[in-house]
């Protein structure tokens, strides 16, 4: 066959131009269906991209290096050691992976209780640093009053809205904080509010209190000690790298069970549900969408290869293989969704990129804000392009020419070349 | 391989049996024949005498019920669809009623494609169609495609591309029977001067009398069987 794969090759071109307007036609589906996914695959990528942004900057980042236990206990000895916190701290400083990472912030959780003259609620205790914490997270950037932790400062908090509203707070007011120290005595600060935020998640405006880490170590007895290391990461997409190296740098502790590095997915299980899911529905929609295209194609090319009995039968007269003859008609369905997905990704892309790269804003849908499982939803979505996406579009596209391709292929690699020779046009 | 001293076409008792709603119907029976090399030998009879088949089982388009064919001393009965495919390329040309040129491609292109898929080269290709087409009346309708020539041009197209590889014989099928007098008269001639001066082998499925007058040698087939086999002066 690849003796002869040039003849077939330019007869499959040929044959294409013949019928210009029915190739242009089923093209044209396959264009626009190329269009249609490149830029609901890129909405959708710059979606999840953007829920992914927020649950890690609302929780402990893309990668997450802590102690197995911390996780189902939340308890205080379940810390890292300090040889630990530093092997990974040096390791996110390589130069192999510092490009990758957008940010590192090494905190103290803890649950405890704030009190105040108007009563007590439970809360999240974090002891952060706060130059390190500012870039970590989004809640500087949500301040309604005050402003956020600075390094200077020792006795200070930044809690949510709810919280002050329900403690009867503002700003300058005192209150307690109290939760389990390193001793299992129940240790307290008296911290001053510095500032107010809101993040538009209940969870987190009515329990999430911000201390500096130095305040932390000193009345939990911690001193240095973090339970989480939370990296924050330029791109999703560098998650497995990542992680994978900090595995390999922590190795001793995490075989001997006393570190864990766990990646979003693992750490926030239920935005990786969300993304899939998200995911899944495209690809149904899309794969029910390219199965009708797909059957156009078939179409097209079957009701050709009907037309074209008489000249399967001459091929194989003058020399080709019953195979070759079939393949004629595969290659002209693959270069036509070859063709046809390179022109409709190209002009997805560029549509996407002309139209709505600066982003899609469904304010009026969904109004400012919205949240699911501790995350923002921003209502202005940026489309994201990947490589990989292209390439998966690509092979996708192709593939579907191909199985389109292969019964009209193997019709014409089957006829009976006299009965071929007798068909009335 | 292709042996020379060969005869163009032999058969040994060839019978092709079809079966149609339930009732066989024998459309060759029992035919047993040899073509030497650089005949004009016409296969003649009325529809239905099985010269069509005869021709297809010669030319390895249809297999035989039972019964043996040769050509070019290769036994064709036997071999593969790939095998058969190459015979047809090296050995065989096919001229049909109704023209069957490519119509996406040129008459040249048309012409040369069996010496493409051999792989003969550009110039080599140019210079043989080039030298066929001046012999045919075809020059200067090179790029012509098929729908822009006559039927008459179009069938030369057919006879260039059929001899043009050099097989060892052409099987025509009623060649003539889409042609008007003229043009199946200056048909005839090409193909009358390339057997006499280039020695091509042809055989002929027809009930055309010019066809047959202009043979050398003429079998009758009547109901499958080979009714006569006459050669003529």
Request: with cysteine.
């Given at each position: 066959m690849t003796k002869h794969l040039r003849v077939i090759v330019g007869l499959a071109l040929r044959n294409l131009q013949r019928h210009l307007r029915r190739t242009l036609l089923t093209a044209s589906a396959m264009i626009a269906g190329s269009m249609l996914l490149i830029f609901s695959l890129s909405l959708g990528d710059g979606t999840h991209e953007s829920w992914i942004d927020s649950g890690v900057r609302m929780g402990s980042g893309h990668v997450t290096v802590e102690s197995p236990a911390f996780r189902t206990t939340?308890?205080?000895?379940a810390r890292l050691s300090t040889a630990a916190r530093q092997v990974a701290e040096l390791a996110l400083q390589n130069p192999l992976l510092s490009g990758d990472v957008s940010a590192v912030s090494s905190r103290m959780m803890v649950t405890g209780l704030a009190s105040s003259a108007a009563g007590a609620r439970p809360v999240k205790i974090m002891g952060v640093d706060p130059r390190s914490e500012a870039a970590f997270t989004t809640l500087n950037a949500q301040v309604v009053e005050g402003r956020y932790l600075e390094?200077?400062?020792?006795?200070a908090a930044f809690v949510g809205k709810q919280l002050v509203d329900s403690l009867d707070l503002r700003l300058g007011s005192r209150l307690v904080l109290n939760a389990q120290d390193v001793d299992n005595d129940i240790g307290g600060q008296l911290v001053r509010v510095v500032g107010i935020f809101q993040s538009g998640v209940p969870e987190i405006d009515q329990s999430l209190v911000h201390i500096p880490l130095s305040t932390a170590g000193e009345f939990l007895g911690s001193?240095?000690?973090?339970t989480t290391i939370g990296v924050l990461l330029?791109?999703?997409?560098a998650v497995p790298r990542v992680a994978q190296a900090l595995r390999q740098a922590l190795a001793d502790p995490v075989a001997a069970g006393q570190v864990t590095v766990l990646n979003w997915r693992e750490a926030m299980p239920e935005l990786a549900a969300a993304v899939a899911l998200d995911d899944f529905g495209n690809y149904l929609v899309f794969g029910i969408l390219f199965i009708i295209i797909g059957f156009g194609i078939v179409n097209t090319v079957l009701m050709s290869v009907l037309h074209r009995h008489r000249e399967f039968g001459v091929l194989q007269a003058l020399g080709l293989t019953p195979g070759e003859t079939g393949a004629v008609v595969l290659v002209e369905g693959l270069v036509m969704t070859a063709v046809s997905g390179l022109v409709g990704v190209a002009l997805g892309l560029l549509c996407t990129w002309h139209f709505f790269g600066e982003g899609l804003d469904f304010t009026n849908l969904m109004g400012e804000e919205m949240t699911f499982s501790g995350v923002v939803i921003d209502p202005v979505i940026i489309p994201l392009f990947r490589v990989t996406r292209v390439v998966h579009v690509l092979l996708f596209i192709l593939s579907i020419g191909a199985v389109s391709s292969v019964y009209p292929a193997i019709r014409a690699a089957s006829i009976d070349v006299p009965t071929a020779m007798k068909f009335e046009r | 391989m292709t042996d020379v001293t060969e005869p163009a076409v032999r058969t040994d008792d060839v019978w092709k049996i079809f079966s149609q709603e339930a009732e066989e119907v024998?459309?060759?029976?029992d035919v047993t024949v040899t073509i030497d090399r650089g005949e004009f030998t016409a296969l003649a009879?009325?529809?239905?005498?099985?010269k069509t088949t005869l021709l297809n089982l010669i030319g390895g388009l249809t297999r035989p019920t039972r019964g043996r064919i040769w050509v070019a001393g290769q036994e064709?009965?036997?071999?593969?669809n790939q095998e058969l495919a190459r015979l047809r390329l090296d050995q065989i040309g096919f001229v049909f009623q109704a023209y069957?040129?490519?119509?996406?491609?040129t008459a040249m292109e048309n012409a040369e494609f069996p010496m493409l898929l051999q792989g003969v080269e550009p110039e080599a290709r140019k210079a043989r169609i080039g030298e066929l087409f001046a012999r045919t009346g075809m020059?200067?309708?090179?790029?012509?495609?098929?729908?822009?020539?006559?039927g008459g041009q179009q069938q030369r197209v057919a006879v260039v591309r059929a001899v043009a590889s050099r097989p060892a014989l052409v099987l025509a099928d009623e060649?003539?029977?889409?042609?008007d007098t003229a043009s199946s008269g200056a048909l005839l001639d090409v193909m009358v001067e390339l057997n006499r001066e280039l020695g091509v082998t042809f055989v002929f499925a027809t009930h055309d009398a010019r066809v047959m007058e202009r043979s050398r040698r003429l079998v009758r087939m009547v109901d499958g069987a080979i009714a006569s086999d006459e050669t003529q002066s």
């Amino acid at each position: 066959m690849t003796k002869h794969l040039r003849v077939i090759v330019g007869l499959a071109l040929r044959n294409l131009q013949r019928h210009l307007r029915r190739t242009l036609l089923t093209a044209s589906a396959m264009i626009a269906g190329s269009m249609l996914l490149i830029f609901s695959l890129s909405l959708g990528d710059g979606t999840h991209e953007s829920w992914i942004d927020s649950g890690v900057r609302m929780g402990s980042g893309h990668v997450t290096v802590e102690s197995p236990a911390f996780r189902t206990t939340q308890n205080i000895d379940a810390r890292l050691s300090t040889a630990a916190r530093q092997v990974a701290e040096l390791a996110l400083q390589n130069p192999l992976l510092s490009g990758d990472v957008s940010a590192v912030s090494s905190r103290m959780m803890v649950t405890g209780l704030a009190s105040s003259a108007a009563g007590a609620r439970p809360v999240k205790i974090m002891g952060v640093d706060p130059r390190s914490e500012a870039a970590f997270t989004t809640l500087n950037a949500q301040v309604v009053e005050g402003r956020y932790l600075e390094p200077d400062d020792r006795l200070a908090a930044f809690v949510g809205k709810q919280l002050v509203d329900s403690l009867d707070l503002r700003l300058g007011s005192r209150l307690v904080l109290n939760a389990q120290d390193v001793d299992n005595d129940i240790g307290g600060q008296l911290v001053r509010v510095v500032g107010i935020f809101q993040s538009g998640v209940p969870e987190i405006d009515q329990s999430l209190v911000h201390i500096p880490l130095s305040t932390a170590g000193e009345f939990l007895g911690s001193r240095d000690d973090v339970t989480t290391i939370g990296v924050l990461l330029n791109d999703s997409a560098a998650v497995p790298r990542v992680a994978q190296a900090l595995r390999q740098a922590l190795a001793d502790p995490v075989a001997a069970g006393q570190v864990t590095v766990l990646n979003w997915r693992e750490a926030m299980p239920e935005l990786a549900a969300a993304v899939a899911l998200d995911d899944f529905g495209n690809y149904l929609v899309f794969g029910i969408l390219f199965i009708i295209i797909g059957f156009g194609i078939v179409n097209t090319v079957l009701m050709s290869v009907l037309h074209r009995h008489r000249e399967f039968g001459v091929l194989q007269a003058l020399g080709l293989t019953p195979g070759e003859t079939g393949a004629v008609v595969l290659v002209e369905g693959l270069v036509m969704t070859a063709v046809s997905g390179l022109v409709g990704v190209a002009l997805g892309l560029l549509c996407t990129w002309h139209f709505f790269g600066e982003g899609l804003d469904f304010t009026n849908l969904m109004g400012e804000e919205m949240t699911f499982s501790g995350v923002v939803i921003d209502p202005v979505i940026i489309p994201l392009f990947r490589v990989t996406r292209v390439v998966h579009v690509l092979l996708f596209i192709l593939s579907i020419g191909a199985v389109s391709s292969v019964y009209p292929a193997i019709r014409a690699a089957s006829i009976d070349v006299p009965t071929a020779m007798k068909f009335e046009r | 391989m292709t042996d020379v001293t060969e005869p163009a076409v032999r058969t040994d008792d060839v019978w092709k049996i079809f079966s149609q709603e339930a009732e066989e119907v024998q459309a060759v029976r029992d035919v047993t024949v040899t073509i030497d090399r650089g005949e004009f030998t016409a296969l003649a009879g009325p529809s239905g005498s099985g010269k069509t088949t005869l021709l297809n089982l010669i030319g390895g388009l249809t297999r035989p019920t039972r019964g043996r064919i040769w050509v070019a001393g290769q036994e064709v009965s036997t071999m593969s669809n790939q095998e058969l495919a190459r015979l047809r390329l090296d050995q065989i040309g096919f001229v049909f009623q109704a023209y069957n040129l490519l119509p996406v491609l040129t008459a040249m292109e048309n012409a040369e494609f069996p010496m493409l898929l051999q792989g003969v080269e550009p110039e080599a290709r140019k210079a043989r169609i080039g030298e066929l087409f001046a012999r045919t009346g075809m020059a200067g309708l090179e790029d012509r495609r098929p729908g822009k020539l006559s039927g008459g041009q179009q069938q030369r197209v057919a006879v260039v591309r059929a001899v043009a590889s050099r097989p060892a014989l052409v099987l025509a099928d009623e060649p003539t029977a889409n042609l008007d007098t003229a043009s199946s008269g200056a048909l005839l001639d090409v193909m009358v001067e390339l057997n006499r001066e280039l020695g091509v082998t042809f055989v002929f499925a027809t009930h055309d009398a010019r066809v047959m007058e202009r043979s050398r040698r003429l079998v009758r087939m009547v109901d499958g069987a080979i009714a006569s086999d006459e050669t003529q002066s």
